[in-house]
């Protein structure tokens, strides 16, 4: 079975300072990951994706994020914090098409990024 | 990107009345949506895979007699919260994807939420 580990419920960081998110998942095939950024109240964005073409993959807002299939690793970072990037972050895997993919995704636990100014 | 849409964005009842909270594909036709329920500071959770056309698929410990799924349409799935109590409360999201013409990626689009609050 898949699963989302996100190390790290609360990241606190200077605005200005480099973001880092850490995720893992397990898996026993490369599935698709995925980040996305939740505000209050609010539904989920999608930030960025991988699906296998480049590893080192760029989204929205200057996020990147990059897969290391040695490390099962998809952590998300950006060089430097703005105010408006304080908000709960998740990262997500779902199963590449082919396999038992019924379309759904599993969630990690969430980290809340805090930017102090 | 496709737009999914929720209403109501919030909704307050009294206990033991049911609620029913609709999900649309604004742009794009979707076979099949997620629903989850998120409680405060916490991941979200898959309820049920929606369906259209067909029964939903509810997730393990979910109640299928308490949360109603309708997959009526391509562009609509509705969640009724069928006598709801006050551990109802929660915020519910739904989402789809967009699979025209686009190989399966896996990306789905979700809706703003729906926040109910049972009293």
């Known amino acids: 079975a898949q699963s989302v580990t996100q190390l790290g419920s609360h990241v606190s960081v200077s605005e200005g300072a480099l973001v880092l998110l850490r995720c893992n998942y397990s898996s026993s095939v490369p599935p698709y990951l995925f980040w996305y950024v939740q505000y209050p109240n609010q539904g989920l964005q999608l930030l960025l994706k991988?699906?296998?073409?480049?590893?080192l993959v760029k989204g929205i807002n200057g996020f990147e994020a990059e897969f290391k299939k040695s490390e099962t690793s998809f952590h998300l970072t950006k060089p430097s914090a703005h105010m408006s990037d304080a908000a709960e972050y998740f990262c997500a895997v779902s199963p590449r098409r082919g396999s038992s993919n019924t379309g759904k995704l599993i969630f990690g636990q969430g980290t809340t990024l805090q930017v102090k100014p | 990107g496709a737009v999914v849409s929720q209403h109501p964005s919030r909704v307050i009842c009294k206990s033991g009345t049911s609620v029913k909270i609709e999900c649309r594909s604004l742009?794009?036709?979707?076979?099949?949506m997620f629903w989850y329920r998120q409680f405060p500071k916490q991941s979200l959770m898959l309820m049920a895979t929606?369906?259209?056309?067909?029964?939903?698929?509810?997730e393990q410990g979910v109640e299928k007699d308490k949360f109603l799924i309708n997959h009526a349409s391509l562009t609509l799935s509705t969640l009724t919260v069928t006598s709801a109590h006050p551990e109802d409360s929660s915020f519910y999201i739904c989402s789809a994807r967009d699979l025209k013409g686009q190989p399966n990626t896996g990306e789905l689009f979700f809706g703003e939420g729906s926040r109910l609050t049972v009293l």
């Open positions: 742009d794009f036709q979707a076979t099949t």
């Open positions: 929606s369906n259209e056309g067909s029964k939903a698929t509810y």
């Open positions: 991988y699906t296998s073409a480049a590893t």
